[in-house]
């Protein structure tokens, strides 16, 4: 039984586990395009332009993306992306081109350093306590305590 | 329960151990921001200790407010770009502002101070030319140099979010300070003040 049950919980807890691991951190983007011709005309680059653009922080705003974003710092973000891509640069050159002015904190999700270590084994950490107090409750005493009071007097009568 | 340390014990001191980590890590946290080694705002000052950015040329604006032919500037509408920055012999405060911008008259009175001890440099951010000469003309005039970026690109390139903000600029182009809010006297003693003093012993100017 005792075994049953917490191998139960173990796979329940794997199987959690895995469903949470699709959910990479893009989120669909409400866009705050105005202007038709902010865009790129080649859709494929557009879409690409967007992908980057979720990823940076609007540091007006600081909770929205540069794509979500009405600033309007975060329309010139939005057209440097832009022309870099018709440039013909990378992903990995316009985020280190957005680092080196703005510093990591333009990325929404933070790069892993001294500092966001800790921030980053937060699930692992919150599992780990999480198994802990589950092996606590689920797991009981194999002989229950005896709740019956003459039963602790011995028998002299 | 096997003797003193049993397993009871360990997991009664766990609590214990957790606090202790915890408290020896925010000790160390609070310490550091007190003396400096600590600063969670280094994230958005990537620039610190860097060269200026290469921005392009911006155009000076007379205090007219009427432009002169590009290049025709001799004083404060001379224009302002990387080479002219890294050319100076001391250190340069510059100073990114507009006339549409609250603050930036607040700190007008600080930026007229600090004119006294070294040149202020302004980059209008998004602004029209007659506005900022207007503006400057009515809230006092600290600048040596006034100069606009009417589409913020230089701005994205020094890495502004939004006005006020303003950097510490030494000879040969090193970026020492960038603060973003409005200057005040508090501002410039405890921050500005110490790293010129620190440059002066090292002979840098």
Redesign the interface.
Known sequence: MKNFRSSALLSFFLLALLAGLPCWPVAPIALAVTEPQELLADPRLESEAERIGAQLRC??CQNESIEESEA??AR??RR?VREQLREGRSEKQIMAWM???????IRLTPPFSR?TALLWATPLLALMGGLFLARRFWTRPAEPPTLDPLAEQGDDD | MRGPLGRRHLLALLPVLAFLLLGSGFWRMLHGLHNGQFDPHAVMTPQLGKDVPSFPALAGIPLSGTPTVQGAGTGIDTGIDAAALQGQTGPVLVNFMASWCIPCVAEMSQLKAISQVLPVWGIAYKDRVPRVAAFVRRNGQPYARLATDPDGRAAVEWGVTGVPESFLVMPGGQILWHGTSALDEATFRREILPLLMQARKEGRW
Do not use: E, H, K, N
């Open positions: 540091l007006v309007p710092l010139d973000l440097a680092q080196a002015r703005y510093g990591d904190f500092l």
